[in-house]
């Protein structure tokens, strides 16, 4: 059973390539979440049977009240992770489950059942509660049998400071995980505007983001990361509106388009890193892993970024000081023996 949590499409995205390895080694996958994380999961995947797990109903406020919006939220995830464990018990009553991988759901495992845990943060970013948030993290990796960081162990990595090893976990290092391939396309769009993550932000940035384009004649193609039948009129010929687009139409896309906006998120930049793209990056308010990855990609001059109350369309042209995403090492750990842990082995 595969599980990856329902924040944004990032989770289940990174999740596709670990599903596509596990039929390629003549597993049965099943699919295990929520929301709309499930619903991309069964539209990539119509053929694998699924099941609904506890949402945990997480809301992204504004940056200043988003450390207090969490600690509210803290009781209401204890009883989604006790919900989680029990419906992990009855998939496997059912399915008799030879392994579990879990994307940040920290209730979906089984004492029985080999149990892997996948995570790009051993380290939790929190401001001046980093060490707390870590240690807590930290203490629930440990309850898993293996923990595996989607990046590049040396320093020729994508996530830094976030992937550093502990010593209480046990982790492996399985390289990034990208459900898209690198393809010479000519271009179509100068700009793809990919949106993502939890709302309300992701609704609050398509907002803004649509006025600034207001201005910019070049073609563009706007995903607005939802899954819904709802249709939004461009506010310009030169704009493409779209709900989603699955891995196939995406990746064409992407390979096809000049400049990346997109949120900081650290599945988006290892889709970034796979296609070597430029790219502009506008960070979650108040989300410190992707302030700070938006931080180190501008260091490293790979990508500029700007906060989202800050960007205006102007800056799109700051692209071309940076080397966009380049020359990082892509392992690819799912061709190895990763999966011999549910085998027995």
């Given at each position: 059973?595969?599980?990856?949590?329902?924040?944004?499409?990032?989770?289940?995205?990174?999740?596709?390539?670990?599903?596509?390895?596990?039929?390629?080694?003549?597993?049965?996958?099943?699919?295990?979440?929520?929301?709309?994380?499930?619903?991309?999961?069964?539209?990539?995947f119509p053929m694998l049977k699924f099941y609904n797990l506890p949402s945990?109903?997480?809301?992204?406020?504004?940056?200043?009240?988003?450390?207090?919006?969490?600690?509210?939220?803290?009781?209401?995830?204890?009883?989604?992770?006790?919900?989680?464990?029990?419906?992990?018990?009855?998939?496997?009553?059912?399915?008799?489950?030879?392994?579990?991988?879990?994307?940040?759901?920290?209730?979906?495992?089984?004492?029985?059942?080999?149990?892997?845990?996948?995570?790009?943060?051993?380290?939790?970013?929190?401001?001046?509660?980093?060490?707390?948030?870590?240690?807590?993290?930290?203490?629930?990796?440990?309850?898993?049998?293996?923990?595996?960081?989607?990046?590049?162990?040396?320093?020729?990595?994508?996530?830094?400071?976030?992937?550093?090893?502990?010593?209480?976990?046990?982790?492996?290092?399985?390289?990034?995980?990208?459900?898209?391939?690198?393809?010479?396309?000519?271009?179509?769009?100068?700009?793809?505007?990919?949106?993502?993550?939890?709302?309300?932000?992701?609704?609050?940035?398509?907002?803004?983001?649509?006025?600034?384009?207001?201005?910019?004649?070049?073609?563009?193609?706007?995903?607005?990361?939802?899954?819904?039948?709802?249709?939004?009129?461009?506010?310009?010929?030169?704009?493409?509106?779209?709900?989603?687009?699955?891995?196939?139409?995406?990746?064409?896309?992407?390979?096809?388009?000049?400049?990346?906006?997109?949120?900081?998120?650290?599945?988006?930049?290892?889709?970034?890193?796979?296609?070597?793209?430029?790219?502009?990056?506008?960070?979650?308010?108040?989300?410190?892993?992707?302030?700070?990855?938006?931080?180190?990609?501008?260091?490293?001059?790979?990508?500029?970024?700007?906060?989202?109350?800050?960007?205006?369309?102007?800056?799109?042209?700051?692209?071309?000081?940076?080397?966009?995403?380049?020359?990082?090492?892509?392992?690819?750990?799912?061709e190895s023996d990763l999966f011999n842990l549910f085998n027995g082995k």
């Amino acid at each position: 059973m595969i599980a990856p949590l329902n924040w944004g499409l990032g989770h289940a995205t990174r999740c596709i390539p670990v599903i596509n390895a596990l039929l390629k080694h003549n597993f049965e996958p099943i699919l295990a979440s929520d929301g709309a994380a499930l619903q991309l999961l069964t539209k990539e995947f119509p053929m694998l049977k699924f099941y609904n797990l506890p949402s945990y109903n997480i809301s992204y406020s504004h940056g200043k009240n988003l450390k207090l919006k969490l600690i509210q939220s803290i009781p209401a995830i204890v009883k989604a992770v006790k919900e989680e464990k029990k419906r992990t018990a009855q998939i496997h009553e059912m399915e008799n489950l030879s392994g579990i991988i879990s994307d940040n759901r920290f209730g979906v495992r089984h004492p029985e059942i080999p149990s892997v845990y996948i995570t790009h943060q051993p380290n939790v970013l929190s401001g001046n509660t980093t060490f707390l948030t870590s240690k807590i993290h930290h203490y629930i990796i440990s309850k898993f049998d293996e923990c595996w960081i989607p990046d590049n162990e040396d320093e020729n990595n994508l996530s830094g400071k976030l992937s550093e090893k502990n010593a209480t976990i046990t982790s492996k290092f399985i390289g990034p995980l990208s459900r898209l391939q690198k393809k010479e396309i000519e271009k179509q769009y100068d700009l793809l505007v990919l949106l993502s993550g939890p709302e309300p932000q992701r609704s609050i940035l398509e907002k803004r983001l649509l006025g600034e384009l207001l201005t910019y004649n070049k073609e563009v193609l706007f995903l607005r990361g939802v899954f819904t039948d709802e249709v939004i009129m461009s506010p310009n010929k030169n704009i493409i509106l779209k709900n989603y687009l699955l891995s196939e139409e995406l990746e064409t896309a992407m390979n096809g388009s000049g400049i990346i906006l997109a949120r900081s998120g650290y599945s988006t930049i290892m889709d970034l890193a796979k296609l070597e793209k430029k790219a502009f990056l506008i960070p979650t308010p108040g989300q410190n892993e992707q302030i700070y990855l938006a931080e180190r990609m501008q260091d490293l001059k790979i990508a500029p970024f700007a906060t989202q109350q800050d960007f205006k369309i102007e800056m799109l042209s700051n692209t071309d000081n940076y080397k966009g995403f380049t020359g990082f090492k892509q392992r690819n750990a799912l061709e190895s023996d990763l999966f011999n842990l549910f085998n027995g082995k």
